[in-house]
T-cell receptor
Framework: NAGVMQNPRHLVRRRGQEARLRCSPM?????VYWYRQLPEEGLKFMVY????????ESGMPKERFSAEFPKEGPSILRIQQVVRGDSAAYFC??????????????FGPGTRLTVL | GENVEQHPSTLSVQEGDSAVIKCTYS??????FPWYKQELGKRPQLIID?????GEKKDQRIAVTLNKTAKHFSLHITETQPEDSAVYFC?????????FGPGTRLSVLP
């Protein structure tokens, strides 16, 4: 059972371009979370999705950022018109359906976005 | 909203000594408390977790204690080794919502 996959691992964009980050959850997991981590800082929650639904996007900026988790295919975090301040590591995590309480989140290797 | 405080932010110990990291939370409904270890440049990985119906859990050199009345939980690492050096994150969860603490950078000095 492959773990959480993220691609690309490293992404370089110039200011104003678009960044697309992909996350494939572990098999059988229907919950996906996206986090942002700046150097030397903690994990900042961005958005929580289930298949075809955004459950909680309270941590995601209202402008330029969007996320989806379609019925088929990976979850995608999209950043439009990137700025230097978007440079960070973006981690995706997945967890199984919770029948009784929360379950462990399994993290992907992260995508390191650098905006020039 | 939910908030998790974590102390200390940095911790240095001599190899072989114990390390203790403490987290406090605000949501009394939280019922799941995981601890993650993140080595430099790597992904966070779960090292131990505890649910609200348990007061203590141990796994070899690692233990976690939970005080629901006081809303705090702690990570204890005994007989520390250089490979324990990393950033440790606590988290609280209710349902499928997770809130992470800001992290503790642990350095184990040889």
């Amino acid at each position: 059972n492959a773990g959480v996959m993220q691609n690309p691992r490293h992404l370089v964009r110039r200011r104003g371009q678009e960044a697309r980050l992909r996350c494939s959850p572990m098999k059988g997991h229907s919950h996906v979370y996206w986090y942002r981590q700046l150097p030397e800082e903690g994990l900042k929650f961005m958005v929580y999705l289930q298949k075809e639904n955004i459950i909680d996007e309270s941590g995601m900026p209202k402008e330029r950022f969007s996320a989806e988790f379609p019925k088929e295919g990976p979850s995608i975090l999209r950043i439009q018109q990137v700025v230097r301040g978007d440079s960070a590591a973006y981690f995706c995590a997945s967890s199984p359906v919770g029948l009784a309480g929360a379950h462990e989140q399994f993290f992907g290797p992260g995508t390191r976005l650098t905006v020039l | 909203g939910e908030n998790v405080e974590q102390h200390p932010s940095t911790l240095s110990v001599q190899e072989g000594d114990s390390a203790v990291i403490k987290c406090t939370y605000s949501d009394s409904a939280s019922n799941y408390f995981p601890w993650y270890k993140q080595e430099l440049g790597k992904r966070p990985q779960l090292i131990i977790d505890i649910r609200s119906n348990v007061g203590e859990k141990k796994d070899q050199r690692i233990a976690v204690t939970l005080n629901k009345t006081a809303k705090h939980f702690s990570l204890h690492i005994t007989e520390t080794q250089p490979e324990d050096s990393a950033v440790y994150f606590c988290a609280e969860s209710y349902g499928q919502n997770f809130v992470f603490g800001p992290g503790t950078r642990l350095s184990v000095l040889p």
